[in-house]
């Protein structure tokens, strides 16, 4: 039977007068499918790492181990350097060393960074990254709202930086302009 559809759908196919319909319809279901997968992909932030921490928009760009830190900084009361020894980051002094990624890099950037509490180390102009230190993790979701900042993360000892090419570059802090 089922043979006996499918030789009918394929001369309906064939027959270039019947065929206009059945193909109308066939890329309107594709098109609906299409939409439907795309409004799926588009309620994925909701179910990301992130929202167990935080359903701030700006979250999005803060990586989930400073979120975690945050999140028990904020909750238990845990002191900073405590709480950032536990899961690995490393702190100076008082404070959690970040790299901040931006879309671009100019004076007028790092200034917009340069907040209070907010310790520049470091400016990147080639790799578009600026280093600083925080005392507050209150500051990760100012800094997150800065249209230019694409992600915030913990330093992690050196930066490699791979390029689109495939090559690696290392850049050791300081490698090319300071900031106070």
Do not use: W
Not at 77 to 82: D, F, M, Q, S, W
Not at 133 to 145: C, G, K, N, Q, S
Request: glycine share 6%; proline share 6%; net charge positive.
């Amino acid at each position: 039977m089922t043979h006996l559809h499918a030789s009918r759908l394929t001369r309906l196919m064939l027959n270039s007068h019947a065929s206009t319909g059945i193909r109308t319809v066939l890329l309107a279901a594709v098109l609906c499918l299409v939409l439907i997968a795309l409004n799926a992909c588009r309620s994925q932030p909701e179910l990301s790492k992130s929202a167990r921490y935080s359903s701030a928009p700006e979250a999005q760009k803060i990586t989930v181990n400073l979120l975690r830190l945050d999140h028990q900084v904020r909750t238990r009361g845990t002191p900073l350097p405590t709480a950032a020894a536990a899961i690995g980051i490393g702190t100076i002094g008082n404070g959690v060393p970040l790299e901040i990624f931006t879309t671009k890099i100019n004076s007028a950037v790092v200034k917009k960074l340069n907040l209070p509490g907010v310790r520049v180390r470091h400016v990147s102009m080639p790799y578009q990254r600026v280093s600083v230190v925080i005392e507050d993790l209150a500051l990760l979701f100012p800094l997150a709202r800065i249209r230019e900042v694409r992600m915030i993360s913990p330093v992690y000892g050196a930066t490699t930086h791979i390029t689109a090419q495939g090559g690696l570059n290392i850049e050791p802090l300081g490698g090319d302009s300071h900031a106070s």
